[in-house]
Structure formats: C-alpha cells, structure tokens
C-alpha cells in the first residue's frame, strides 16, 4: 500500500494548561510539511492528559477539555478526544496512540459494508494483524521527543514501537537540534525513516507556561489563545488570574471613534496620551503606568496615528474608575483627573 493510500491521522498529546495558538499551528505546519511528502493527512486529534499526570499547576481536565472543544470550534479537522482524560489513571503515550488507531481503523472497517472489501482487508495481513488504512501519527514538539532520553520517563520498548509502528512527526522548537538528537539516540535512529521533522522557520515560543504566568500578573495574552478560550479562563478564575486586564473603556473607545471622523487625514503630529499627574509622560504604547494609562493605551494603541483638527474636552469612565477628564488637542490626549472610584 502506497503511503498516500494510507490515511494519516495527527496526534498530540498533552497538558494543554492552557491550550495555545501555536498548538494548533503544529498541526498546519505538520499536515502541510506530509502533504508535500506524498501523506494524506485527513484528521488531527488532540488529547489532554489526565488530571493524576501530576504537572505542577494543572487546572482538572473538565476545564482543559472545555478549552481544548472551545479553541477547535473553528477547526474543520482537528478534533478533541477525552479518552485519555476519561480514564481512571494515566495513559502511557503508546496506549493511547494504540486505541486511537485501532478505534479509527475498526469505524473504518464497519463503515465498510461491501464484503469483497472486508475479504481483501483481511487478506491484507500483515504481521499477524489486518493491514491498518489510518496510519495515527505521533505528532510532538522536539522537547518530548527529547524527554524520551531522560531515564525512566518513556520505556524503550514504547519508543520502539512509537517511533516503529506510528512513526513521529516532530516540529522544531527554540535553538534545538532534533536531527542530531535522534542521530544520537539507539532506538530513534533506527526508525529515522519514519521520523519526520518539521522546521518552524518562524520561531514561536509561545507556551502554556508563558501564558500562565502572565494571568497570574494581570498581562494580556491576547493574540496568543483562542479568544473564546481567554474569555473562558477569565469567567472561571483559572491560573489564578489576579484581575481581567480588559478594563472597560467603551465609552472612551466610542469617543475615539467619533473623533477619528472629525480627523484630518494628513499632516498633524501624532496622538500621544500624557501621563495624568505626576507619572512620566511617555507615549501611552511605550509603558503604562497607570491602570488609567493601560485603558486608554489600550484604547488607543490599534489606532495608530490620529490626526486632529480641533480641541475636545470629554470624559469617560469604567468599571473601576468613577471618571476620566481629559483633552485631546493637536492630536495629543491629556489626561486631567482620573479619580479612581471608592469601593
Ligand atoms: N511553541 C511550541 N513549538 C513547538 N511545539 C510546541 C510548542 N508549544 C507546545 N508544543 C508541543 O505541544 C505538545 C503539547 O504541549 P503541552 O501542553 O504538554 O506543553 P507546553 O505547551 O510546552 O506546556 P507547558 O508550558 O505547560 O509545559 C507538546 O508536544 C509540545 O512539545
Ligand atoms: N512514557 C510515556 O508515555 C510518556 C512520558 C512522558 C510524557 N508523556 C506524554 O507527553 C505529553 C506531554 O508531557 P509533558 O507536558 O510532561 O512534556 C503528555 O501527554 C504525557 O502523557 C508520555
């Protein structure tokens, strides 16, 4: 059987604590590196590891699958899978990378009613067991494909069959070498017929643990997760997350908007926020001081230069603050009283 008569299956396993734009980028980056080798890559899975894998900060796996689900809506073809979440314990790689196969394959089968087709799936024996029509794939990052060298972690015997049987899809992460790594490894260099890497050229560190620790200090981490999955971390307290950092500043934003019409297109200075009382005066974008400043720069910041042609004295509030004065004349805002409401 040709390897494009085989069905590839992408699947990655792990804590997704949260799960991160870039862990759906492995798979695009995958499937489009296998397309170009000749695979048919005709679905992804992601699969959350048990709650009793024990890393250090891991939210329970109801909250990890409910972000995994929400950052897939948009996804056409990669899906979630619970299996290993739902078990009693923890799943060794394998196992899992096992029962998702034959799973798939065994569907496959009884979808397949015509019986010369069975007659020929069985004929196709090969060592001892009906030749596989969906070939799942272990796709990783090179840091598990690394950890398979520290001792004890992986039992040789499972990267051989890993490795082996499913073969390994490893996308490249930080200054890493995989090539070497698995040149250096007894088992890996066995099968580096079967172990493909995947350079991501464009290097992207995000990780869980970046994301973490930024909610646990109130920093945005927009743009780096599903939206959906943002707003479900914040409605559920996770991470510790000390304060959403979306402070609301609708009618600011309403504001701006208004004015952006009364703007001139060309010519005038650049719109700057300056710092309300004594808290340095620098460009709103370059450093917040103040909540009061992160609002407003937050506001602003997407807008990038705005031109004015007239003097405007408005105010606005939020949720924390009672009202925030200020002028916006020659393109810069001044800020001139922010008092913080009493709570
Ligand atoms: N930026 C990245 N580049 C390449 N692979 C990644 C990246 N982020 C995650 N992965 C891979 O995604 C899979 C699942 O990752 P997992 O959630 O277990 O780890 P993580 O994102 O590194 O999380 P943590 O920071 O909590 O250790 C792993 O194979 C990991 O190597
Ligand atoms: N022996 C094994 O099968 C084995 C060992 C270490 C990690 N893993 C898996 O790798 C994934 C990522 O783990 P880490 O986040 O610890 O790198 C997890 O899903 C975990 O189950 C499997």
């Known amino acids: 059987m040709s390897s494009a008569a085989i069905k590839t299956v992408l699947f990655v396993c792990g804590s997704y604590n949260p799960p991160t734009n870039m862990h759906l980028r492995m798979f695009e980056l995958a499937r489009d590196h296998l397309f170009k080798l000749g695979h048919t890559v005709c679905g992804g899975i992601m699969s959350p590891v048990h709650d009793k894998y024990g890393k250090k900060d891991l939210v329970s796996s109801k909250h990890r699958c409910e972000m995994v689900r929400l ?44 019986k010369t087709d069975v007659k020929r799936a069985r004929h196709d024996q090969h060592n001892g067991s009906p030749r596989r029509k969906i070939q799942v794939m272990f796709l990783c990052g090179v840091d598990v494909l690394e950890s398979m060298a520290v001792p004890n972690l992986w039992s040789a015997d499972d990267i051989n069959h890993i490795a082996g049987h499913h073969g390994i899809v490893v996308i490249t992460r930080g200054d890493t070498n995989p090539a070497k790594f698995i ?34 200090r109130g920093d945005s981490i927009k743009y780096l997760i599903n939206d959906k999955v943002e707003q479900y971390i914040y409605q559920h307290g996770l991470y510790s997350v000390v304060e959403s950092p979306h402070l609301e500043v609708s009618p600011i934003l309403d504001l701006l908007s208004n004015l952006n019409n009364n703007f001139l297109p060309n010519g005038s200075p650049e719109t700057h926020v300056n710092a309300p009382r004594d808290t340095c ?54 800020v001139i009283s922010d008092k913080e409401a009493q709570v």
């Open 281 to 334: 005066a620098q460009p709103a974008s370059m450093h917040a001081h103040s909540k009061q400043q992160r609002a407003l720069s937050r506001s602003n910041s997407s807008r990038g230069t705005l031109k004015s042609k007239s003097k405007v004295r408005a105010t606005a509030s939020g949720d924390k603050y009672d009202r925030v004065e200020f002028v916006i004349q020659d393109g810069v805002i001044n």
């Open 183 to 216: 040149y250096q490894h007894d088992i890996l260099s066995k099968h580096m017929n079967k172990i493909i890497i995947v350079n991501e050229w464009i290097k992207n560190e995000i990780s869980s643990t970046y994301l973490r620790r930024a909610l646990r």
């Open 71 to 114: 950052a897939l809506e948009d996804s056409t073809w990669i899906k979630l899978s619970e299996w290993e979440a739902q078990q009693s314990e923890w799943t060794r790689t394998r196992v899992s990378l096992d029962h998702h196969e034959d799973e798939l394959n065994q569907q496959l089968d009884a979808q397949c009613t015509n």
